[in-house]
């Protein structure tokens, strides 16, 4: 730990200047960032079908479900493709799901909103990767109710990693309870109060819904959810610290309980028993935090003043 810390401080020093500012103006950043975001979001399509699956990513190329044609290149553009060809296979006519443009449009269109976020920094990275493996989680848990281990665990020492790398290349403002944190630790090294608040964060995240699970199941005797879910908030709790992390949950179970009593409406079905993916709303949840969650707790903040 030690070592690292030394060549941390050594990257610090040799990279003065480490906020990459190139001359591109945010928009266009934004716009080129959207355009990455919807060909991770057509790698995501794959990875939320084959995942649960539990088929190879990147064997073989994506082929019609029906006829199992493989795709061309030139007809894999994501969102163009699909309205060109009338969401239907070229070789057969089958009609191919709205949910392959919809992933890829929404993982353009929050790119882009990470990208304004963050502008162009060494964070950027890390926060699209982040963002990118929410909307696998999201899109798997609605179709599968499951969210995999293959996702959840790497993602864990992804957060740490990140709480470790970024305040030395971004700054320590970039995570949201980093500086107040190194107000109660003045003493200890920025990369050891990151990684302190990535584990507070991590027990408030994960933790907490652990408790739930487990005092449902007390009172009930039945049970609430699948571990997938503690697993998904350790790694949002380490990534965005614990503020953001209960901000999360907040708004995880609020749109799940709006969903819920919709859900209930449409069907007519007054059993509350009913299972809704909670990961989807986590999901959610932690985009929205990482997004606007600084802004909103302000906000909030600010009316009891
Ligand atoms: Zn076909």
Sequence with gaps: MQRIAAALQCLQMS???????????L?????FFGIVGGIIGSFLNVVIHRVPREQSIVFPNSACPKCQ?????YDNI?????????????NCGVHISSRYPAVEALTAILFAAVTWHDGLSFALAFDLAFVAAMLALIFIDAEHMIL???ITYPGIPFALLTRLLVPYLVGPAHFDDLPQLLGAFPSLPVWAVSLIGAVIGALVGGGSLWLMGFLWEKLRGVEAMGLGDVKMMFMVGAFLGWRLTILTILLGAFTGSIAGILVMFRRGSRNMQMMLPFGIFLGIGSIVSLLFGSRIITWYASMFR
Excluded: E, Q, W
């Excluded at 990279?15 to 103006?25: F, K, N, R, S, W």
């Excluded at 928009?27 to 716009?31: K, L, N, S, T």
């Excluded at 044609?69 to 290149?73: G, R, S």
């Excluded at 994501?78 to 070229?90: A, N």
């Design 69 to 73: 044609t493989a795709i061309k290149p």
């Design 27 to 31: 928009p266009i950043a934004c716009a």
């Design 78 to 90: 994501p969102v163009v493709s699909y309205l060109i060809l009338r969401g239907r296979c070229r």
């Design 15 to 25: 990279m003065p200047a480490i906020d990459l500012t190139l001359d591109v103006p």
């Design 148 to 150: 995999p281990n293959v």
